[in-house]
């Protein structure tokens, strides 16, 4: 692999961050369903016109389907709106999608490929059935919202007139998805007044261990500009956990992970510590997580049998090593490997593999040179435990350590661990004798996250693919 030297960053690589569009105080099932329900509806009933009149659904009629998604896609949010404003929204984008294509059509002579009665029909039924569409989601969001479990929890630091704003928000919305814990501040009952009717859960120096013991998903700062001192102390204290940080207006901070303004429940937020696989962007991730590992997975099924006879035959152990490690918001999860060395160390203190170390069998240095040792790790994906890419998940006897030495570690956390990642393909594999080799190898996993992109996924795939077979750092 590269040499840490050339270690470059992915914002660099990608040149632009893509745009991305996120529902916090939504259900991430809720944003894709709303992303894909108007440009799916105008499909499905363009489709649906061709079998009726024509008994097929021909070419042409493909194409334009093709310029109709993209035209249409991702469909805004409309559960919020008042029904008279959804039906606004959706003839105001019919109008001009329908005029855009009728007009391109009659330029073009295009047009005369489709069936008059299908265009005829085609333009009062789209929006009519967009319209049913969206009533129909919108009767059916409290049951799809209790199907996904119990709520995510969430604080407020600061109680303002803004926290105060946000909470009035999140009790009011329907389908936040958030149930609001209570607030933090420093300020004692006299002087809140009014505002003692709302829960207080403690002082802000509190807000870090009663995070982590809580296991709260949501954190929303609501402190004033000139309080910048504070944020980045109550920053500095979040940074051992996995809750999403969302600033209240107004604020300035720097060094955001996935830094972008949104809403919650009509209120604006600026998220400084977030996971990129929110809505739409979580489902592309975890739809071609799901479809590369089964396409692997069939692919390398002989292999891994050969390995697995081969590890048995080599020395005496399981064949599959499993081993915790922190996965998904610090979650501990079961990675599986096939068995390298002679031991199965997982216990409180883990020494890290090194050059020519005595524990790694003859198969398993070919293995680990090589990468089959992760093979199973594809397992791993299916199960939803991992990705493809992301960070290399640690050993938790590793991140207890690192967690406490390295500010901002456990932000790495905000996303599944991957197979491969950033810093691997960056010349930051192997061992981590140092604690700057640690520190680079943390800088690269939060570079991926502030720069996500597929493009990039498919680009670490590919470099990882072409180092595997000269890389002198794995042993």
Known sequence: MADIEQTVSASAWLNRREPRSVGLGRSNVFSVIEAALDPLVLVFSLWGLAFYFEDSVSPSYLILSIIVFSLAFPGSSQLRAPVWRVLFNIAFQWIWIAGLLVLTGYATDYIYKFSPAVVGNWLWLAPVTQAGAHLVLRAAAPRLLKLQGSASQAVIVGMNDQGLSLARHIFDSKYSGIELMGFFD??????????????????IEDLPAYVKRHRIQFIYLSLPMAARPRILQVLDGLKDTTASIYFVPDMFITDLIQGRSDSVCGVTVISVCDTPFRGVNGFLKRGSDVALSLLILLLVFPVMLLIALLVKLDSPGPVIFKQRRYGLDGEEILVYKFRSMAVTEDGGSIRQAQKNDM???RLG?????????????????????MSIVGPRPHAVSHNEMYRTLIKGYMVRHKVRPGITGWAQVNGQRGETDTL??????????????????????????????????KDSSAY
Not at 365 to 385: H, I, K, M, W, Y
Request: with cysteine; proline share 1%; hydrophobic share 40%.
């Open 365 to 385: 240095a070919v293995l680990r040179r090589t990468s089959l040792d992760e093979l199973p790790q594809f397992v791993n994906v299916l199960q939803g435990r």
């Open 436 to 469: 700057d080799k640690m520190q680079a190898r943390i800088d690269c996993d939060l570079d991926y996250l502030r720069n996500w992109s597929l493009r990039l996924d498919f680009f670490i795939i590919f470099k990882t693919v072409r180092l595997i077979f």
């Open 186 to 203: 420093d300020r004692g009952e006299e002087r809140r007044g009014e505002q003692a009717e709302h829960t207080l859960i403690g002082k």
């Open 359 to 361: 524990r790694v069998t």
